[in-house]
């Protein structure tokens, strides 16, 4: 027992840090992907796209749950498609990183899109002349821009998948050790008469992963701010 | 190498319509703001795609919307410098000269060319704006171009700052043998460095051809402004004074003027302003200017206000003249009237000097 954690209550803290973790690492490619076609790309459904990626903003997260159980469960044909190759989300992890990932997307989508739309394009033609492709351009030129925006994006959606409750627990339910992340874990201990000391000490490490999370991401945010202005 | 330029395309509301062509050295595209004349640069990097036309760079066809060709813009092989410079902020002053370069073999002789060695560490925001403008074109000559393209490149510079980068620009006219196409609307950098002059005005070519035969058109005075107007003269240095001039000979005789830098036998292209000119019937005797020219005149041309363009053959080199219409009575000029050019030394300012 370290900090007069349980074993339990451990279990809980690990897995919301790999949740959060995998939820954000694979969503971040796809986030920069679609910031960077709703920044500037111009084509049909432009507009559909901008809805899509923010429903789960608007949504509430148990709809958004809900939605997921629907289509990824073994009995969907998605669910079933996907578990013929051997991904399975339903009442596992890796569906709690999913509905954490989903549920977060909007957020990172907004604060790339945003560091993009200040990149001066100017730069990116320059560049082309320079004899770069689109692709180097890219690598050499616009990521490194918005790399403060991408870590903010990153962050946000890292919050959001610690923190994401409703959708999670409507789509993989809250079983221990697989499903049972820090929310989860802090609610079924309010469920349990004599609970609320573990629930208390779960919400303080919750409260410091926060605090460590925000700070570290604004020191390094203001550092790679200062190495883009040159 | 040569490029040729035919081009049509709509902005906003001109039609822009360019055709030139041009044989290596420095073609400087020439009109006030709005003429379209960074419309036809952008075209020839591939900025800017024009409705139709023909753009061929050596016996590289970069742009044919009839025939369906319309080459990338990093295939191109065009240095850009802009007139904003546009130097990457998250690289070091080397990364930006080498964003562009195979290697890195000539990065020290381009750098010293230009005198930005001291400079590779540094970060664009730590530049000067006249550091900033040669990092830039240090930039576009390590990426190897074809044909190298400069849009005002000292539009943000002050006069001291141009001075010190117009003999890096006659260099590389001179030495690199590199073809550029130059944009500029200050007629001193064009009469420095242009060998081929492209006049635009609203989006049209008003006139293209060798700059010295188009300096010396008194018609074409208006359009660069008749204070500005003034033939170029191609002459060579014969000797140092004590007194710190410097005599220069030209085909129709000798000009003395304020020091110029370069060893005898330096040739040099001088820009004589209209209105430095005047003009006498008889060899002026008793007076301060120190260069007079025996000359004919050619041509006389009428403007709006009260002044007369002349243009005057001294040996083989064409002058102007402007005076006003009441002296050109008094004188009774004409074409074939010989006539005497006195000009100032001082009048010729060391911006007016060029290599050539």
């Known amino acids: 027992?370290?900090?007069?954690?349980?074993?339990?209550?451990?279990?809980?803290?690990?897995?919301?840090?790999?949740?959060?973790?995998?939820?954000?690492?694979?969503?971040?490619?796809?986030?920069?992907?679609?910031?960077?076609?709703?920044?500037?790309?111009?084509?049909?459904?432009?507009?559909?796209?901008?809805?899509?990626?923010?429903?789960?903003?608007?949504?509430?997260p148990v709809v958004v749950g809900y939605l997921l159980l629907l289509s990824?469960?073994?009995?969907?044909?998605?669910?079933?498609?996907?578990?013929?190759?051997?991904?399975?989300?339903?009442?596992?992890?890796?569906g709690a990183a999913l509905a954490a990932g989903v549920m977060g997307f909007p957020l990172m989508v907004r604060a790339i899109r945003l560091a993009i739309e200040a990149v001066d394009p100017r730069l990116e033609e320059a560049a082309a002349t320079l004899g770069a492709s689109r692709l180097r351009v890219f690598v050499t030129v616009t990521l490194p821009l918005i790399l403060p925006g991408v870590l903010a994006g990153a962050v946000l959606a890292f919050a959001k998948?610690?923190?994401?409750?409703?959708?999670?627990?409507?789509?993989?339910?809250?079983?221990?050790?697989?499903?049972?992340?820090?929310?989860?874990?802090?609610?079924?201990?309010?469920?349990?008469?004599?609970?609320?000391?573990?629930?208390?000490?779960?919400?303080?490490?919750?409260?410091?992963?926060?605090?460590?999370?925000?700070?570290?991401?604004?020191?390094?945010?203001?550092?790679?701010?200062?190495?883009?202005?040159? | 190498m040569s490029l040729s330029v035919d081009i049509r395309h709509q902005l906003g509301d001109t039609a822009l319509a360019a055709t030139f062509e041009t044989e290596g050295g420095v073609t400087a595209l020439f009109g006030r703001s709005g003429a379209g004349k960074t419309?036809?640069?952008?075209?020839?990097?591939?900025?800017?795609?024009p409705r139709e036309g023909r753009i061929v760079l050596g016996d590289r066809v970069l742009l044919d919307r009839a025939a369906g060709i319309d080459v990338a813009v990093h295939r191109r092989r065009v240095g850009y410098v802009f007139q904003d410079a546009r130097l990457f902020p998250h690289l070091s002053v080397r990364g930006n000269l080498l964003f562009g370069a195979p290697d890195d073999r000539h990065l020290?002789?381009?750098?010293?060319?230009?005198?930005?060695?001291?400079?590779?560490?540094?970060?664009?925001r730590a530049l000067s704006g006249g550091e900033k403008a040669r990092v830039a074109i240090g930039r576009a000559l390590l990426s190897d171009p074809a044909l190298l393209l400069m849009d005002e490149p000292?539009?943000?510079l002050d006069q001291a700052r141009k001075e010190e980068i117009l003999p890096y620009l006659e260099r590389l006219r001179d030495e690199a043998g590199l073809p550029i196409l130059y944009v500029s609307h200050a007629v001193e950098e064009v009469a420095r460095l242009a060998n081929t002059l492209v006049l635009l005005d609203r989006g049209q070519v008003v006139r293209a051809g060798p700059a010295e035969a188009l300096f010396a058109d008194p018609g074409l005075a208006p359009m660069l402004g008749p204070r500005a107007a003034g033939a170029l003269l191609s002459g060579q240095i014969t000797a140092h004074h004590a007194?710190?001039?410097?005599?220069?000979?030209?085909?129709?005789?000798?000009?003395?003027?304020?020091?110029?830098?370069?060893?005898?036998?330096?040739?040099?292209?001088?820009?004589?302003?209209?209105?430095?000119?005047?003009?006498?019937?008889?060899?002026?005797?008793?007076i301060s200017a120190l260069n007079i020219l025996p000359a004919r005149v050619t041509t006389l041309h009428d403007g709006?206000?009260?002044?007369?363009?002349?243009?005057?053959?001294?040996?083989?080199?064409?002058?102007?003249?402007?005076?006003?219409?009441?002296?050109?009575?008094?004188?009774?000029?004409?074409?074939?009237?010989?006539?005497?050019?006195?000009?100032?030394?001082?009048?010729?300012?060391?911006?007016d000097v060029g290599r050539s």
């Open chain 1, 1 to 60: 027992m370290i900090l007069g954690l349980g074993p339990q209550e451990w279990e809980a803290v690990r897995l919301s840090l790999r949740v959060a973790f995998w939820a954000t690492v694979l969503a971040l490619p796809l986030g920069i992907a679609v910031a960077m076609a709703l920044a500037r790309g111009r084509f049909w459904g432009r507009e559909l796209l901008n809805v899509v990626v923010h429903l789960p903003l608007v949504l509430p």
């Open chain 1, 72 to 94: 990824l469960s073994p009995a969907a044909p998605l669910g079933q498609a996907l578990q013929s190759i051997g991904i399975v989300f339903a009442f596992r992890w890796t």
């Open chain 1, 161 to 230: 998948a610690m923190g994401e409750f409703g959708a999670t627990i409507t789509f993989v339910s809250n079983i221990p050790g697989e499903t049972r992340t820090l929310p989860s874990a802090i609610y079924a201990f309010l469920q349990q008469p004599g609970g609320e000391g573990a629930a208390l000490r779960l919400v303080v490490i919750s409260v410091v992963i926060a605090t460590v999370a925000l700070v570290a991401s604004e020191a390094l945010a203001r550092a790679m701010a200062r190495r883009v202005r040159g």
């Open chain 2, 39 to 49: 419309s036809v640069v952008n075209a020839v990097a591939g900025l800017l795609r």
């Open chain 2, 108 to 124: 020290g002789r381009i750098a010293d060319l230009l005198g930005i060695e001291g400079l590779l560490d540094r970060r664009p």
């Open chain 2, 154 to 156: 000292l539009a943000s």
């Open chain 2, 243 to 286: 007194d710190g001039l410097t005599e220069v000979a030209v085909s129709g005789g000798r000009l003395i003027l304020p020091g110029v830098g370069g060893a005898e036998g330096r040739r040099l292209r001088v820009r004589i302003e209209a209105q430095d000119v005047m003009l006498s019937l008889t060899r002026p005797e008793g």
């Open chain 2, 304 to 351: 709006q206000g009260p002044g007369v363009m002349v243009q005057l053959a001294a040996g083989k080199d064409l002058i102007l003249a402007r005076i006003t219409r009441r002296s050109a009575e008094a004188l009774a000029l004409a074409p074939g009237t010989e006539c005497y050019a006195v000009i100032k030394s001082v009048a010729v300012a060391p911006g």
